[in-house]
C-alpha cells in the first residue's frame, strides 16, 4: 500500500507542476527548432521530469526544466544529423529528383539580421542571449539552465550582448550605404 501512496503524490505533484513547465517549454523550444521537433522535445523534457519528479527543484522548477529541455533538443539535433548524413549517402547512391525549395519563412528585415548576428556569436553566447531575452531568465536562473555559477552568467551574458550590439550596429551600416555625408559638397565651393 506504501507503494501507492507514493505514485498517488507523485502524479498529484507532477500534475501540478506540467500545467507551469508546459507553455514556456514550448516557447523555449519553438525558438530553437521547427514546430515539430518542438512538440516532440516537449514530449522527451516532460518524460523526464516525470522519471526524474523527485531531483526537480520545487522553487526553480522551470529552469531546472529548461536545462533539461536544452540537452533533450541537442539529442533530437544530433539524430537529425545522424539522419541527415544518412540521407546524403543515400542520395551520391540514389540521388532524388530535382526539387523545388519551399516557400520563404517570410521574417521581415530585422529578424533576418538579428538571427544573422545571433548565428555569429558562439553557441554559448547566443544561447545565453536567449534564455535571457526570450526566456526573460535572470542570471541565476540562467546558471541553473547551463549548470554555471551565476557570476559567470552575468560576464558573459555581459560580453554577448556587447558583441551582439556591434554586430547588428555593423550590419546596419552594411545596409544603410554609409550615414549619407561623405559625398555630400552643400555649402561648399568646388
Known amino acids: 500500500m506504501p507503494d501507492d501512496v507514493s505514485a498517488a503524490e507523485r502524479r498529484t505533484r507532477f500534475e501540478a507542476l506540467a500545467p507551469e513547465l508546459i507553455e514556456p517549454l514550448r516557447r523555449f523550444l519553438v525558438r530553437r527548432t521547427d514546430p515539430a521537433t518542438a512538440d516532440d522535445v516537449l514530449a522527451d523534457t516532460l518524460l523526464v521530469c516525470w522519471r526524474r519528479l523527485d531531483d526537480v527543484p520545487v522553487d526553480a522548477a522551470l529552469p531546472w526544466a529548461y536545462g533539461v529541455a536544452r540537452n533533450c533538443l541537442a539529442n533530437a539535433q544530433r539524430g537529425s544529423r545522424r539522419q541527415d548524413r544518412l540521407a546524403a549517402k543515400v542520395a ?9 525549395p519551399g516557400p520563404d519563412a517570410g521574417g521581415g528585415r530585422h529578424e533576418e539580421r538579428l538571427e544573422e548576428a545571433l548565428a555569429q556569436l558562439t553557441a554559448t553566447e547566443a544561447e545565453l542571449v536567449r534564455l ?8 541565476a536562473e540562467i546558471a541553473t539552465v547551463l549548470g554555471l555559477t551565476p557570476n559567470a552568467v552575468s560576464i558573459r551574458l555581459h560580453r554577448a550582448r556587447e ?28
Not at 535571457?132 to 542570471?139: C, F, G, I, K
Not at 550590439?165 to 565651393?189: I, N, P, T, V, W
Open 92 to 100: 551520391t547512391v540514389d540521388p532524388p529528383a530535382v526539387t523545388v
Open 132 to 139: 535571457w531575452a526570450w526566456e526573460q531568465l535572470t542570471p
Open 163 to 190: 558583441k551582439l550590439k556591434e554586430l547588428l550596429r555593423k550590419d546596419g551600416r552594411k545596409d544603410d550605404g554609409g550615414s549619407g555625408h561623405e559625398e555630400s559638397r552643400e555649402g561648399r565651393a568646388p
